[in-house]
């Protein structure tokens, strides 16, 4: 799913913003290997059953337990909206729990910072079945990834886009370069032959993650507690690792990306089958709320 809706809960005032990036990251979809004979890719606004389980579930979550939410609590701070708070970015937990629910899910792929929302959504189902039939919702598990959460190249949070601190699938090998070289070490290494930190540092949580020769990465970490390596010679072998990884990624990004004609198909294709499995949900809740009205 392409998140249009969620994200135009802080772009609300840019939309051009988040329309221009539908279309990369569904390239970032197709790079990466996701083959859409296999997997549906779909936007999300165009399927308006999923805005209406969202104001069905409203009626079941409150106020209170959105604003403890620790993931919404962390990105309110990160946002700086102040007193300001858009009620649409309040309660995107409860439209992300309708994403779900639409489609029937029973595990879904999150990191540890998203666990709170798995949580919201199955209190939303576990309360919503109790009102109106055990069987109506799936009841979803989440699934995390065995892989460190990346924080941002800032060394600050997580990688995101919307707090600009990512290397992106599309970066070219001179944008990856250029981010590595500013990417956040250890603040109180002042000179190559001062012990740092590895711990914690950004370049060795990357290396670990995307670097092929791991032996080299511990003879790395080795050097660098004893300053005999700098963060120039660490950056560089980081940023080799790097676009070696993305090498591949955008071979097929630019296939993808020559075919316009392609990429709507797979959008147009995968939004109609998407809303089929949505409209049936939305019918069965409608159904069990006795709201399925035929005049």
């Known amino acids: 799913m392409v998140a249009d809706v969620q ?3 802080d772009n609300f ?10 279309r990369g990251v569904v390239l970032d979809y197709l790079s990466v290997g996701l083959d859409p004979r296999l997997v549906t890719i779909f936007i999300q606004s165009q399927i308006p059953e999923i805005a209406e389980l969202t104001i069905f579930y409203l009626n079941i979550v409150n106020v209170g337990k959105l604003e ?23 309660v995107y937990p409860v439209s992300q729990a309708a994403d779900i629910t639409s489609f029937e899910a029973e595990l879904v792929p999150v990191g540890e910072d998203q666990l709170p ?7 939303i189902v576990k309360k919503f079945n109790t009102l ?16 460190q959460r990346l924080i941002g190249i800032d060394g600050k949070e ?4 919307s707090l600009n601190n990512a290397i992106y699938l599309s970066d070219t090998k001179d944008e990856v370069n250029k981010k590595v070289s500013k990417m956040y070490t250890d ?25 092929r020769d791991q032996q080299e990465v511990k003879d790395l970490k080795k050097r660098y507690r004893l300053g005999k390596v700098g963060d120039v010679e660490v950056k560089s072998f980081l940023a080799q690792n790097l676009n070696d990884f993305l090498n591949p990624i955008r071979m097929r990004r630019q296939e993808f990306a020559g075919d316009t004609k392609k990429i709507n198909k797979i959008i147009r294709d995968g939004s109609d089958h998407a809303r089929q499995i949505a409209s049936s949900t939305l019918l069965k809740v409608k159904k069990a709320m006795k709201i399925n009205y035929t005049f």
């Open 187 to 211: 603040p109180n290494r002042i000179k190559t032959t001062d012990p740092g930190k590895v711990e914690g540092n950004p370049l060795f949580i990357y290396l670990d993650a995307f670097a």
């Open 68 to 90: 403890q939410n620790p993931t919404v609590k962390t990105e309110l701070k990160q946002k700086n909206f102040g007193k300001e708070i858009p009620v649409g970015f309040l």
């Open 132 to 147: 109106y039939g055990k069987n109506t919702l799936t009841l979803p598990e989440a699934v995390l990834s065995n892989n």
């Open 7 to 9: 994200a135009l809960t």
């Open 158 to 161: 997580k990688m995101s886009k």
């Open 117 to 123: 929302m798995i949580e919201l959504t199955r209190d």
């Open 13 to 22: 005032k840019t939309p051009e913003k988040v329309s221009e990036n539908v």
